[in-house]
């Protein structure tokens, strides 16, 4: 069975400084593609940032990156430079080869302060 | 592409009425997902159907709850009689059934069943 788990259910940063949101998943299954997720305010769900299991490099997207630990099942986002627009619900996901669906985690309510 | 299309936005309804939420997925997507947002439970996978077939609805709360997706380009989700519990916001995704491609998200439609 898959899971994720969100052990954070809100965090605080502080406006240009860099935030690390927390992901734990679980799955036997070797072939799986792990997400984030962001959904400000207004509710819309935005794809932020993918990592693959076989990937062999941690993934970034611009202020984005994923510190990927396959041995401790983590997969934590991390924010550089934080901006006020960032403040929103982060929402980790798995999608396994045997489910092909997606699951998501309960989220973090990232806030920055300015 | 007008990405994934929700309707309606907004549906207000009497117990025990019959509800039916719309979606559109982007066209050539092959998974379509519905989930639903809760306060309570975060966001829940329903049921999610690849090349428009029901692969897994497990997350389907009650027989209340059913979906169908005729062809590719169209789904439903209907819930009769509706109760008050049900009040939450409903999400459509669709992506193209890989396991390293993200899921495009609707805007989603929000329910209060008074």
């Known amino acids: 069975a898959q899971k994720i788990t969100q052990t954070q259910p809100g965090m605080f940063v502080q406006e240009k400084e860099a935030v690390t949101l927390d992901c734990t998943y679980d799955?036997?299954?070797?072939?799986?593609?792990l997400f984030w997720y962001k959904q400000p305010s207004s509710g819309e769900m935005i794809f932020l940032i993918y990592q693959g299991s076989y990937d062999q490099q941690n993934a970034t997207e611009g202020r984005y990156s994923l510190n990927f630990q396959k041995a401790r099942k983590s997969a934590n986002l991390v924010i550089s430079a934080s901006q006020l627009g960032d403040s929103a619900m982060y929402f980790c996901?798995?999608?396994?080869?045997?489910?092909?669906?997606?699951?998501f985690g309960t989220g973090t309510r990232l806030t920055v302060i300015p | 592409d007008a990405g994934v299309i929700q309707s309606p936005r907004h549906e207000v309804t009497e117990m025990g009425q019959e509800v039916t939420l719309r979606c559109k997925p982007i066209s050539g997507h092959n998974s379509l997902f519905w989930y639903r947002q809760t306060m309570m439970r975060g966001l829940e996978l329903l049921i999610y159907?690849?090349?428009?077939?029901?692969?897994?609805d497990s997350g389907m709360p009650e027989d209340r709850f059913s979906a169908k997706m005729p062809n590719a380009s169209f789904s439903t989700l209907k819930i009769q009689p509706s109760e008050p519990r049900d009040s939450a916001v409903y999400f459509c995704?669709?992506?193209?059934?890989?396991?390293?491609?993200?899921?495009?998200f609707g805007q989603g439609t929000r329910l209060t069943v008074v």
């Open positions: 159907f690849n090349n428009n077939v029901p692969i897994d």
């Open positions: 799955t036997s299954d070797p072939s799986y593609g």
């Open positions: 996901a798995m999608s396994s080869r045997g489910a092909n669906n997606l699951f």
């Open positions: 995704a669709s992506s193209l059934g890989t396991l390293n491609t993200e899921a495009f």
